[in-house]
């Protein structure tokens, strides 16, 4: 498969996020790029990924489609020209490094959120994309399975998926640590600015499901609600609510909204424990609420280290993480090079079985069946030989990366199809 897998990239790290979101694709317009490239291209082993970070697709083909496939990308996202985004795309052509460059965006190790652990996830869901529609051969197959097995060993091996390395995953993750002594918890978010939203995004993938969503504009807590199957409240009832909820987060700002000690005091002696998280700068969470018997505030430097130390710690396994990855990539290219093989080693074998078979067609006439049979056991183990030391030869070279020679000459000397054979090498 040398030379046929391929990737086009554009992601966080070369694209500002207006280009990003010119080119984000949700899981319909996934699915009928996936579709589009099936019908107007020759690539199989299709992959289509997008998320707010990147939007990715590889393929293997012969030849390079990259700008046939921006150009579906723009008709999918409704404009023609291709101008203005084809150059925020990296076109990776080389096998080995679409590969690994898969590897490393599926372990989270190309992620903003070093080792974010919902990627793995999106990959999932895209891999079976491809495979309901019919464009993940076993080359695309076996390469995911590589890769979900590198992630467990990660997992289990290393410290890169430990801990939140990000604000809004450390919220979720601190909640989850202050209400587990509480039945159905009460989470209020108070404001949906980025960090508020990515909170709320975080929530979908705890067990915390009691989520209320309250915002001045109430349309846009309304809409992510509906994103992250919270409730949306009205702004009016914002006291209501910090008073009926058992977590309190806060991401408004301090000088447009906030919660004072003899507010929270108005509302009477607490029945339990009240947490509340404040997410905002200038901060919007008095500090001296703490004073009150049963309330505990945290702050987003609170939250910030925990992330920091995460992140180290995930940082710090990143070589780790790359030595797994590298393995699995080895052991990966050495099963593609064998699959390159596998049809010109079985048209050996074919045809050196067609000339035994001629031959023993053509003498063995007047023979009766008992001596018919030695001769088809003895002419059989003498084929055997025959082919097991070239065979042999032919894997050691593809250990070595030097098949292609002997598959020239192969094809050469028994007249093999080298159409067949030779086109896996281009």
Same mark, same amino acid.
């Given at each position: 498969?040398?030379?046929?897998?391929?990737?086009?990239?554009?992601?966080?790290?070369?694209?500002?996020?207006?280009?990003?979101?010119?080119?984000?694709?949700?899981? #319909?317009?996934? +699915?009928?790029?996936?579709? &589009?490239?099936?019908?107007?291209?020759?690539?199989?082993?299709?992959?289509?990924?997008?998320?707010?970070?990147?939007?990715?697709?590889?393929?293997?083909?012969?030849?390079?489609? *990259?700008?046939?496939?921006?150009?579906?990308? #723009?008709?999918? +996202?409704?404009?023609?020209?291709?101008?203005?985004? =084809?150059?925020?795309?990296?076109?990776?052509?080389?096998?080995?490094?679409?590969?690994?460059?898969?590897?490393?965006? *599926?372990?989270?190790?190309?992620?903003?959120?070093?080792?974010? %652990?919902?990627?793995?996830?999106?990959?999932? &869901?895209?891999?079976?994309?491809?495979?309901?529609?019919?464009?993940?051969?076993?080359?695309?197959?076996?390469? %995911?399975?590589?890769?979900?097995?590198?992630?467990?060993?990660?997992?289990? @091996?290393?410290?890169? =998926?430990?801990?939140?390395?990000?604000? *809004?995953?450390?919220?979720?993750?601190?909640? $989850?640590?202050?209400?587990? @002594?509480?039945?159905?918890?009460?989470?209020?978010?108070?404001?949906?600015?980025?960090?508020?939203?990515?909170?709320?995004?975080?929530?979908?993938?705890?067990?915390?499901?009691?989520?209320?969503?309250?915002?001045?504009?109430?349309?846009?807590?309304?809409?992510?609600?509906?994103?992250?199957?919270?409730?949306?409240?009205?702004?009016?009832?914002?006291?209501?609510?910090?008073?009926?909820?058992?977590?309190?987060?806060?991401?408004?700002?301090?000088?447009?909204?906030?919660?004072?000690?003899? !507010?929270?005091?108005?509302?009477?002696?607490?029945?339990?424990?009240?947490?509340?998280?404040?997410?905002? %700068?200038?901060?919007?969470?008095?500090?001296?609420?703490?004073?009150?018997?049963?309330?505990?505030?945290?702050?987003?430097?609170?939250?910030?280290?925990?992330?920091?130390?995460?992140?180290?710690?995930?940082?710090?396994?990143?070589?780790?993480?790359?030595?797994? /990855?590298?393995?699995?990539?080895?052991?990966?290219?050495?099963? #593609?090079?064998?699959?390159?093989? *596998?049809?010109?080693?079985?048209?050996? !074998?074919?045809?050196?079985?067609?000339?035994?078979?001629?031959?023993?067609?053509?003498?063995? !006439?007047?023979?009766?069946?008992?001596?018919?049979?030695?001769?088809?056991?003895?002419?059989?183990?003498?084929?055997? +030989?025959?082919? !097991?030391?070239?065979?042999? $030869?032919?894997?050691? /070279?593809?250990?070595?990366?030097?098949?292609?020679?002997?598959?020239?000459?192969?094809?050469?000397?028994?007249?093999?199809?080298?159409?067949?054979?030779? @086109? +896996?090498?281009?």
């Amino acid at each position: 498969m040398q030379n046929q897998f391929k990737a086009i990239t554009l992601s966080y790290k070369h694209a500002p996020i207006a280009i990003r979101e010119a080119v984000a694709l949700n899981e #319909a317009a996934c +699915k009928n790029l996936l579709q &589009n490239i099936q019908a107007f291209t020759q690539a199989t082993d299709v992959l289509v990924l997008s998320t707010c970070n990147r939007t990715e697709i590889y393929y293997v083909a012969g030849q390079d489609y *990259s700008a046939e496939i921006i150009k579906l990308i #723009a008709i999918e +996202k409704g404009f023609i020209a291709t101008k203005h985004i =084809k150059p925020f795309f990296r076109n990776i052509t080389d096998t080995e490094e679409a590969i690994k460059h898969l590897f490393h965006v *599926s372990l989270g190790l190309e992620s903003q959120v070093v080792g974010d %652990m919902q990627i793995m996830n999106q990959v999932k &869901n895209v891999y079976q994309w491809s495979a309901d529609a019919g464009l993940a051969g076993p080359f695309l197959h076996r390469l %995911m399975h590589a890769i979900f097995y590198t992630n467990k060993r990660v997992v289990n @091996e290393t410290a890169f =998926k430990d801990g939140a390395a990000s604000v *809004s995953y450390a919220t979720v993750e601190l909640v $989850e640590e202050l209400t587990k @002594e509480i039945e159905a918890p009460r989470v209020l978010m108070i404001g949906v600015g980025d960090i508020g939203a990515n909170v709320c995004r975080n929530f979908q993938k705890s067990s915390l499901n009691n989520i209320i969503i309250i915002n001045r504009t109430f349309r846009k807590a309304a809409d992510l609600a509906q994103e992250s199957n919270a409730v949306a409240v009205p702004w009016e009832q914002v006291w209501e609510e910090i008073e009926k909820a058992d977590v309190v987060i806060s991401s408004v700002p301090g000088d447009a909204f906030f919660i004072s000690r003899e !507010k929270i005091e108005t509302m009477g002696r607490l029945e339990h424990n009240k947490f509340f998280i404040d997410l905002s %700068m200038p901060r919007s969470i008095d500090n001296s609420i703490e004073t009150i018997q049963g309330a505990c505030v945290y702050n987003i430097d609170n939250i910030r280290n925990r992330a920091t130390e995460a992140l180290e710690k995930r940082i710090a396994a990143i070589p780790e993480v790359k030595n797994i /990855a590298d393995q699995s990539i080895s052991d990966f290219l050495d099963w #593609a090079q064998k699959l390159i093989i *596998s049809p010109a080693i079985q048209q050996f !074998k074919n045809k050196l079985e067609q000339i035994r078979q001629q031959e023993i067609a053509r003498h063995l !006439k007047n023979i009766n069946d008992q001596e018919k049979e030695l001769v088809e056991v003895l002419t059989k183990n003498i084929l055997q +030989k025959i082919i !097991k030391l070239p065979v042999l $030869e032919l894997k050691a /070279a593809c250990q070595r990366g030097e098949s292609e020679t002997l598959l020239e000459g192969l094809s050469t000397l028994f007249k093999l199809e080298p159409e067949a054979v030779m @086109e +896996k090498l281009k």
